[in-house]
């Protein structure tokens, strides 16, 4: 029988974080009764998150591990973990955490409810005026381009795995492709769902996000789908038998 939920966890160069996490995740599905497998996907890390990852799988029978030989980045450890989830559910949990334990109930809570469940944080205390300016950004810039009326769209979402498997994923080498999967799964019609929850600092290691390049990259993404968007939109009020693909 295949579990409830699939907890994905990408790995990069996260020797400091890894073990503690899948411990902490285990035990927390343990408390809430809920049937899971762990699902860690190692993106080409040259530390010891590899050996680390091995070590889990062998302690656990629900920890898988699946290993890149180079690093392909978040949205390629995405794709990968969803090629290979067997969950109903499916929830990306950085390796650092990012979220207080204890509210993990409120994404298993909203799931009857919804298609996705969509986690909103009012705080992160770690960032930097940097960071939280580029957050800021990011999350306006969808907000108005495309309609949406989220308030994050780049923190941790639980998801129904046939309706990930609905989606074309296009832009997984940029930060955009989470958002990318919310805007995509609202124009199907699918039901977003937002629930509060209340953000972990990171502890070890370094956060990757805020690279140039990426944000560069995540930038051009953002408008290359809205202008694909915009058309899609203007075909299908000029043909209604037009459907844009998922």
Known sequence: MNPFLTIFIPAYNEEGNLEGCVNTLIARMEELGVSCEVLIV???SNDGTARIAESLA????????IHHPQNRGMGGAFKTALLHAQGEWMILIPADMAIQP???????????QADIVVGHCSTRQDYTPFRRLISWANRSLIRTLFGMKLRQFQYISLYRVD???SIQIEYWRSAFFLAEVLIKARDQGRKLVEVEVR???RSRGKPSGARIGLIIRTVRDIFDYWLR???HRLAALL???????G
Do not use: T
């Not at 062998?58 to 591990?65: G, P």
């Open 229 to 231: 968007w915009q058309w």
């Open 102 to 112: 204890q509210d993990l109930s409120r994404y298993i809570e909203a799931a009857p």
């Open 58 to 65: 062998a302690s656990y029978a629900r920890v898988r591990v």
């Open 239 to 245: 043909d209604p038998s037009f459907y844009p693909h």
């Open 42 to 44: 190692n993106d080409g």
């Open 163 to 165: 309706v990930l498997r």
């Open 199 to 201: 953000y972990l600092p």
